[in-house]
């Protein structure tokens, strides 16, 4: 695990998240050198974080890219609004561990691949099946597998979302067995 350091010049993070941030940032070393800037919203549109590379970096090269991480300020526990950063610790590095698996993703995808993605993104459920386990399969490959369980176990059967997010989730993203079964493939090789 890489060690991040409090003052990294090419990440952005509120305070208030910082060391959950950095935390999940620690399983991801092939980015330490990417600019990504971790940025509240007060609402986005059906989701509590989202990554995306910044568009106006899409002209440029590749390795001159940035991304930014949209994060909801607020979420509905149990009907109650609360902080995101009031979560638990080991949901929020899952969850932004998760966010930062999309970003592995996009790395290796040249700037034509990226629009593309971003339309088939808004455009199809399938699409956003590949990409939602895709980011979950980053993150696990890279040591998150018990963060992203956790992550899952409190939206699933902690949170008190309406059954209707809870069923969307169950359907993009990858069960918790398949999760568990992806890392002890990983610990036996």
């Known amino acids: 695990m ?3 350091n409090e003052n990294i010049p090419n990440k952005n993070i509120p305070d208030e998240i910082r060391q959950v941030t950095l935390k999940a940032l620690s399983f991801y070393p092939q980015l330490h ?11 986005i549109r059906r989701s509590v974080m989202q990554a995306q590379p910044r568009f106006t970096s899409l002209l440029g090269s590749r390795k001159n890219r940035s991304y930014i991480i949209n994060i909801s300020r607020c979420f509905s526990l149990k009907g109650k609004k609360m902080v995101i ?3 638990p610790e080991t949901v929020l590095v ?3 561990g998760h966010e930062l698996g999309h970003v592995m993703d996009y790395l290796n995808m040249n700037s034509w691949s990226l629009i593309l993605f971003g339309i088939g993104y808004l455009t199809s459920k399938q699409f956003i099946i590949s990409a939602e386990r895709a980011a979950d399969t ?3 490959n890279h040591g998150l597998g018990d963060y992203i369980l956790d992550t899952k176990d409190f939206i699933l059967h902690q ?5 209707s997010y809870i069923q969307r989730m169950s359907k993009l993203y990858l069960p918790p067995e398949e999760i568990m079964e992806m890392m002890e493939n990983r610990l036996s090789e």
């Open 94 to 96: 899952g969850w932004i």
């Open 159 to 163: 949170a008190g979302m309406p059954e």
């Open 85 to 87: 950063h009031e979560l």
């Open 33 to 43: 050198d990417v600019q990504i800037d971790f940025v509240f919203k007060e609402n």
């Open 138 to 140: 980053y993150a696990v």
């Open 2 to 4: 890489q060690q991040f």
